[in-house]
């Protein structure tokens, strides 16, 4: 449930409930309220009972179950307090006084007759089992529908970008962008009525994509689970004596991490699992490295899972993380790509959005698509009652500092395009940036992945024709890249920048890796499906194979150009004499401290320095004087946090302590 105050909700004033005692007493009683007549006592409770059913009723308009449940919360506190059987009588003192005032809502702060009271507390039940009543019987009769729009003249575009920017009841699966060019919109049966109006209205091509979008997720959650359920199911791995993975099916987060720290234990070698940020909801972003011990290389950052419903992404980034670890040993093609590559690779950057996704058929929560941040709820109370509602989650890519909040975003916390607070508001980007940053230099291509539409992007993505100076290469190297992807199964990808080939949109990962950190190769690959293809956020399983695959062949044409563009005689130099008694892991630090050194297999063979078994250690590490111990790079803090000292080749002689 969300961390909503249920005293919060149940004030229908907008007013913060003081809280009662530990004992659950409550505070000193108030002097008594002047007495009011008959007609104002009427009029206060009836205008109590219509602010509480109006309450209840929007309250169940929004989005979140979690909502409904506060609010029922709120009203069982208030029948507690006002259920005579329970000592209700108790409210009253001797001389007509409420004795608990704090102890309620603020709509109910009044002085009332015994029996005004009864009444009141009776109407406020019932209106909320009303409500209850109307949410269900609004639920069960609430479908989804997606529909494809094909705009032909300028007017048509126009009306579906203002739908898109400021309608927060649609939710765009494909944005507008031109005359000609398909928008996919799911509705509800809220929406619908009034987006088909104005389509005939306007008379725009339109027609059904999905009837009833809840009952595709439910076969596709039933194909899953019988494709779990067969033989053919139950391993899927290129390495003959790689960790059981099924990589064609979708996974959980507790899947993928429990997969990742597999990997770490099983390739000590070439794999490290570090978490680079936690989330709104208490999960750890985590990160995994691949990469040998050779110094003086490049590195690639990948991420996946950016939006929550775009399940296809992670998996894609899974299947690429399982072809570099698990083949380097008899695959020379991936040994040459970690040998002189580092990988930086998040595969879900948004667990708490994704996890929610998977939690419920409801087309609201699977094509969820923003993170799980706190609610956002109106300043006003009318707005409230008038059913503009709290809302949470801010759409991550949008977040990030680069021409923040400009184009194609919303200040609206209800849109699926809310672009947060401020730039970098969110603990999700905030991982990325700080991790990035920290390796500014070293990371020579940014790719991140989403869904859908079958398009390749490099920079600028905030407006049209805005490129930046090394265009050329960039354009020339996506289209070897898109060319090595269509090799392989005849998928076409368009090239271009997300604003020439979709719509403008600021506040976009690769924009902000490629204009403020300066990173190279900075791409964001729409997967498949393609435009046309009907089933967009709701790819079945049985493409993941084929997507990672093709995809795969697309990144490795970039990293050869990575290879081949850094310079070989640049670079940190290597000062350190490798010790005898020296760590082999850069996480040794981190893996020691979390009690490791008794548990995993080989831990003291991998790390002996950290689990104190050097011999009294004197260790033999070579260390520079006092006096001619500096740093050599400004990210020396940020690496002995997350305990990469070992991955700073040398260069962080006095923050890392290697000073005699």
């Known amino acids: 449930m969300d961390s909503v105050g249920v005293d919060e909700e149940a004030s229908m004033s907008g007013e913060r409930l003081r809280s009662l005692g530990k004992d659950g007493s409550c505070p000193p009683p108030h002097p008594p309220i002047r007495t009011l007549d008959r007609a104002n006592v009427n009029m206060i409770f009836v205008r109590s009972f219509i602010l509480v059913l109006s309450h209840s009723l929007s309250s169940i308009r929004q989005r979140s179950p979690a909502t409904l449940a506060v609010s029922t919360t709120a ?8 259920d005579l059987s329970k000592g209700g009588r108790e409210l009253f003192g001797r001389d007509g006084a409420i004795q608990s005032f704090n102890c309620l809502p603020a709509p109910l702060l009044f002085y009332f007759s015994h029996l005004n009271m009864i009444i009141v507390s009776r109407l406020c039940i019932i209106g909320l089992f009303a409500a209850i009543e109307f949410g269900a019987s609004e639920n069960a009769a609430k479908s989804f529908t997606v529909y494809r729009f094909t705009p032909t003249t300028n007017d048509q575009v126009e009306f579906l970008r203002t739908q898109f920017q400021n309608n927060s009841r649609l939710d765009f699966w494909k944005a507008p962008t031109q005359i000609g060019a398909e928008v996919h919109v799911m509705a509800n049966s809220e929406g619908r009525e009034d987006l088909i109006s104005a389509s005939k209205r306007l008379n725009m091509a339109t027609e059904v994509m999905i009837e009833d979008v ?7 959650a039933e194909e899953s689970t019988r494709r779990r359920s067969t033989a053919s199911g139950q391993r899927m791995r290129d390495a003959p004596n790689g960790p059981s993975f099924n990589l064609a099916q979708y996974h959980s987060f507790g899947e993928v991490i429990n997969y990742l720290n597999d990997l770490a234990i099983r390739y000590p070698d070439r794999v490290h699992v570090i978490p680079i940020g936690t989330t709104h909801e208490g999960r750890q972003i985590p990160l995994i490295k691949i990469g040998t011990s050779k110094a003086n290389k490049p590195a690639i950052w990948i991420d996946g899972g950016i939006h929550a419903r775009e399940w296809i992404s992670p998996a894609v980034v899974l299947y690429m993380i399982n072809q570099l670890v698990t083949s380097y040993d008899w695959d020379t093609r991936m040994r040459q790509l970690v040998d002189d590559l580092d990988w930086y ?33 109106p300043q006003n109370q009318f707005s409230s009652i008038l059913g503009v509602g709290c809302c949470q989650g801010v759409d991550l890519n949008r977040n990030f500092d ?28 905030r991982a990325v940036r700080d991790f990035v940053s920290s390796r500014r230099g070293s990371i020579h291509s940014f790719l991140t992945f989403h869904s859908y539409s079958q398009i390749l992007m490099y920079p600028f993505g905030h407006e049209r024709r805005i490129y930046p100076q090394d265009v050329q290469e960039l354009r020339s190297t996506a289209l070897d890249a898109a060319s090595a992807l269509r090799q392989l199964y005849g998928t076409n990808y368009v090239v271009g920048t997300g604003a020439d080939t979709l719509y403008p949109a600021s506040g976009g990962s690769e924009d902000w890796a490629k204009g403020k950190l300066g990173v190279k190769y900075s791409y964001l690959f729409e997967l498949r499906p393609e435009e046309h293809v009907w089933d967009g956020f709701l790819l079945a399983e049985n493409q993941i194979l084929p997507t990672s695959k093709e995809t795969f062949e697309a990144v490795k044409v970039i990293a050869d150009s990575v290879i081949r563009s850094f310079p070989k005689s640049t670079g940190l130099p290597s000062t350190v004499v490798s010790p005898t008694c020296e760590d082999k892991d850069t996480l040794c630090g981190y893996w020691s401290r979390n009690g490791a050194c008794t548990i995993w297999p080989n831990m003291r063979e991998r790390c002996p320095r950290s689990c104190g078994v050097c011999g009294g250690a004197k260790s033999t590490l070579r260390r520079k004087s006092r006096k001619d111990c500096v740093d050599e790079r400004s990210d020396c803090a940020a690496l002995k946090r997350m305990d990469l000292c070992s991955d700073s080749n040398g260069s962080c002689q006095k923050t890392c302590g290697f000073c005699s």
């Open 402 to 429: 680069w021409h923040w909040g400009q184009t194609g975003s919303s200040t609206d916390p209800c849109s699926e395009i809310y672009q947060g607070a401020t730039p970098f508001s969110e603990p999700e980007t």
């Open 214 to 220: 809840e009952k595709v997720i439910k076969e596709r």
């Open 345 to 377: 690779i998040v595969p879900l950057l948004n667990p708490d959005g994704y996890e929610h996704s998977r939690s419920s058929t409801n087309p609201d929560i699977r094509l969820w698509r923003k993170n799980r941040s706190p609610l956002i709820c």
């Open 75 to 82: 009203f069982l506190r208030l029948q507690r307090f006002l």
